[in-house]
């Protein structure tokens, strides 16, 4: 992509005025826009970004058999009533329509995905198994804040699993846990898994949560197992649940994911019922999963950024190569960038080239903003040797590379 | 994917209430699943679909120099009184939170695109450009009807362009038209561009119709050129806009797209300006081009269909080969039937592998019913010559294939 027709302007100073990290870096990069309050459009970078974390997390819900599906975002308000969360559940979104019928906009799909599933299981023969979906999701929030970790709409994988007894449900719970644990490692994040309160849900969860000093919740971490609870259950007499010691360390976490134990919660609520194997009904025990998609994409800039912009981890950076030509006017210097980018294009590369008519000053303080892994410089001094500078953004250091040897050294990286 | 695990039952008699044929095949197939009147989750098979139709439009929009981005479906209200729509657009659902603020939820996102072009236009340098997303509507129908073909809640793919001039937008609508033809092409489908109102948006905009008994628009169509005029802007005397005869045929046509020249109309509400080479301030000139992506799902099941169920076009059927093992509980039948699902996925081939414990008169109308392009069927009679069955939905006759020929006759296809 020619940065010079990107959708999206890089700026000196964040447009809107909140003072949080990734707030002020993702709108400064353009790569994402502010519509009101908790509310962002996804510019052409954004998007890529959003939509790298996306197919991360698809994969590893399908590895553990998880089946994508789309509910809608607005639900009937019966189901809602049936679950006492009409009235219960403060931030939910209502709408009237104009021919009386009252809908709930989405904060989450428990009320959705239950019943749909009443017609697929009969038998326990049916079960288990689980589904999710990517989704937006709908908050009113009294207070949005920190960009993309608090807004009144975002993107969301819930998921939801089925099971015929809660001995199936926990060891489901479980493989859930591991494949949140590997797909958050595999964007670059160390997950924490944090014992909290259930809220609405459930008496407990289970939170995945990273450590950032601006992380807005308090947990302890366990000094030997790197397993949490959070302040709003942990006792100064609490032991771990895995080593059982009591050695912990006081942190501060950004949440990322949480899952929970539904058991026959909506289930009972909606009727679903199986047969089990002595021909007896039994109400189908539930688990919910969910990962804050553009959360943790607003936590990855938290966590990875210097004074001078993003730093993308290559697996959900929006291109894996930057390359920023600085001809000074020269022809020749314009040509050889142009021909290094067809060839980097040829050999399969993301690339975003930089050929905008701007200072070099400028376009270096905008690679560095925007944050892509590894920088291609052609200028008038490399072009003599024949060469490119590379760098990568997140390491100091920058080198002259022979053009006939980038490809080789591309693929070593 | 095992067709035991599968979340989404075939059932025989569809259970909404609504007559038309997406509705109830796709009901009946386990492909959708009606959550409200007009208001639909799509189950693993239907989300397949909708994702390969989507990914045809992406592709085709990229190729015309779109660019993906990600609107809200939260809209400020003032945007909407900007443009006299929240009072005007009888559609609009409106949300007022319980702290005061108000919503509407976007039908479509003149109302977000516009102001958001606003910071990254600035000079004649700046355009032209396209952006795009793919996302969900929401509309405040009086009636909803026809399956997918109107609900409350769809997905869209709403692009807008922006240029200096209206010769540019010219240029681009044609290549933009072009683009649409050859999407609907690619689906399968020949759409005929036709001309009809504007309807808030414009004076005229051009209609992509896909001819269908159960069509809603009726549509003439020039014997000549195979362009058409809705009815409502058709008159006796009316000459094709591309051959200038008056020779035409009245036909019935289910619109997919369509397109529209918005001119200065939304950018002058927003002040949208640039400074052209003169340097004078001028309005930016937008086009708006839409496909009902959910809609077109409907409408390739109202055109390719018969009376045991979907016939569905290879490039977006949600599996392409459907592997029924008639075993008849014989094991070694199972035995091969697990061998070809084995090496058919090796292939990279998509298998849809029913190997649940139904009667051969079950699977195989559950077969015709999910209209998978390529049967194949194992069974007694086939394993006896170490071969399978082989079918394709859209043809009458059946053959067997050796085994050991099956992925040369796949090749082939």
Redesign the interface.
Known sequence: MRQS?????T?KTA?SDDPSVNARLLERGGFV?K??AG??????LG?RV?QKIENVVRQEMNAI?G??????????KESWVTTGRWSGL?VL???K???GHEYA?GPSHEE?VTP?AR??ISSYKDLP?A?YQIQ?K?R?E?RVKSGLLRG??FRMKDMYSFHADAADLNEFYERASAAYLKTFKRIGLDAIRTEATGGTFSEFSDEFQIEIPTGEDTIYICKNCEVGKNKEIFSERATCSRCKKNSWRASRGSEVGNIFKLKPKYASSFDLIFTDKAGKKQIVIMGCYGIGISRLMGVLVEKFHDEKGVIWPEIVAPFFIHLVSLDGGQERVGKFAEEIWRALQKQGHEVLYDDRELSPGTKLADSDLLGIPLRLVVSPRTVERESVEYKLRAGQKTQLEKERELSNYLSKL
Chains 1, 2 share one sequence.
Do not use: A, N
């Not at 027709?5 to 302007?9: E, R, S, V």
């Not at 509310?39 to 052409?44: A, Q, R, W």
């Open positions: 027709q990107l959708f999206g302007k700026s447009p826009q519509v009101m509310v962002y459009s996804y510019l052409p998007l959003l058999g089946q994508e599906i789309f509910m809608p975002s607005l639900h009937p403060d979104f209502k709408i329509s104009r021919h906009l959705v749909m017609p697929i198994f589904v937006t709908f009113d009294p009144r709409e």
